[in-house]
DNA sequence: TAAAAATACTCCATAGGTATTTTAT
DNA sequence: ATAAAATACCTATGGAGTATTTTTA
């Protein structure tokens, strides 16, 4: 069956006339025949009654008429939607993103305004540290990630920077330091530090402590969390401070104190990692959008 | 487009190669191409990215992909439900029927064992007067219904006899005749008639008039209602006396008595009239049902 | 350099056309 | 008698095949 034979016949159906549907369709009255007869025979029923002079539409026929001109809506529609998901106003983006991502205003609201903006395009959110996104991206599992550099990078990866916040000291609320406003990273050398660290030895943490370290002193890492947030938790129950990007504020609740740190360097970078070489409009529509949010743009391999 | 594009394109877009898809379509690779070719200039953008060695499905080819699984699996659905309506197992049946039939149980469970018989075969009811019932058939507005004959037929209509049921009196309760249990025809000579009839002069009221001039009295005919069921409303009114199908009775309501009738001829015959002319493996059907339900067959013209 | 897609050309199956007959109103 | 479908036969478009070249991993 091809749709040929689903056109003709409803054609045939609509002018319940083989000589008056030929000439709607500009070819001859025997063609048209049978090519019917073809379909026909390959459902295995008659779909037109004929009765010498004029013909009706079979019981078979009348039900295949409802579903040809079904399939035939829907190969249009088909056209439509192609051409659409060309033009990235429809398909499906897998999107990655580090834990600590989610406290991140700039980078709510950038999915919300891209989902806003391209509704029919189905976004799934996978969530991962940073490494293992990347991983990812390069193996083409991910469309892009939201992800915190310095991160050791195979292959090609392109990063824009969506959000660059300086960091801030979490303390229990019983700690003696909460009197201050503004802490320098010196006044903790004596602390015990939670830490969220990667097995790759990249990351944030590792940057604290080589700050640490150009200041003249070992931070003392008394616990090590898997994420962020789970280090805040661990500073909650009294097990030491922690230095995290100021979005982490979000995570207020009782017992936690967030204090400012004087310290330029390092910021907690968020950036949309994508891979140049496989790229899609879709993808291209992520980056615009970011771009519209930050204002600014960079380049990093 | 044809279909055959939808599935050299499935059979691509699943092989990940134009080789091995013409190997498994039986057909050699250049063809393939062309037709894939084909395809995406109508659509009017890339289904696949030709990587030279290689080829990978496009954002607009992944979208397209499902809309053509979609619509192939429908081309086969289609083919079967054609079949199946052929058999008379999906399709559509428009059954009129005369308003005192739905007071009839054999009718009422003719119509429900159909329906679970044949639960994808969509019933439209139509409700109207013998005549007009038969007018339609014999038009092929209707493919059946269940009239109460005599009535005037215009053309060829196959009648078989769903029920044949006694006719009974109704009185008003106050009425001094309730007292009897069996009434004879004759003792209602003096009686104040409601009659349900026709502008056709044929049907069951004609009859019951001329019983009566058979038997030596004329009815005085007090008031005329449209049907049955406004006849008998017009008797608990108070407005006379009325003589209808035993199966009235489930009109039951206070202020109305039933009463058995000592009268062979005419009966209150139910029927399930056909245009043969007009045929269909669903009217068999039906009609099969309506001869399991009563047990035996008659052909009327 | 080897595997896969693209190109160039040929062939034939079949969609479509022409002429005519059959059928039912 | 006539209008419409069926039959018979012919034509030619385009789908498919063969041979070869191009591309890239």
Do not use: W
């Amino acid at each position: 069956m091809e749709l040929r034979h689903l056109r003709y016949f409803v054609a045939t159906a609509q002018a319940q006339s083989f000589t008056k549907a030929a000439q709607a369709l500009h070819i001859a009255q025997p063609p048209l025949g049978q090519q019917i007869r073809a379909l026909e025979e390959e459902i295995g029923t008659p779909l037109f009654l004929r009765q010498g002079r004029g013909i009706v539409l079979s019981d078979a026929g009348a039900v295949f008429l409802t579903s040809a001109l079904d399939i035939l809506a829907r190969v249009e529609a088909a056209k439509k939607d192609a051409l659409r998901a060309a033009g990235g106003e429809l398909g499906t983006l897998t999107l990655g993103f580090t834990e600590s991502a989610s406290f991140n205003e700039v980078v709510t609201s950038l999915i919300s305004r891209y989902q806003q903006q391209y509704p029919e395009v189905g976004i799934t959110l996978l969530e991962g540290n940073s490494e293992t996104l990347i991983k990812r991206l390069s193996r083409g599992e991910l469309d892009a990630a939201i992800v915190r550099p310095p991160f050791a990078s195979t292959g090609d990866i392109a990063l824009q920077v969506l959000s660059e916040e300086p960091l801030m000291v979490v303390l229990p609320s019983s700690h003696r330091l909460v009197r201050r406003k503004r802490l320098r990273l010196e006044d903790l050398r004596d602390e015990r530090f939670v830490l969220y660290s990667r097995k790759s030895g990249y990351g944030l943490s590792a940057d604290i402590v080589a700050e640490c370290r150009r200041r003249g002193f070992n931070p003392s890492i008394h616990q090590q969390a898997p994420q962020v947030s789970s280090a805040v938790n661990l500073v909650s129950a009294g097990m030491g401070i922690a230095i995290v990007p100021a979005s982490m504020q979000r995570m207020q609740r009782p017992g936690l104190v967030f204090r400012e740190l004087a310290l330029e360097q390092p910021k907690a970078i968020l950036g949309l990692a994508t891979c140049p070489a496989r790229q899609s409009v879709v993808i291209e529509h992520l980056l615009a959008c970011a771009q519209l949010g930050t204002g600014e743009a960079e380049q990093v391999s």
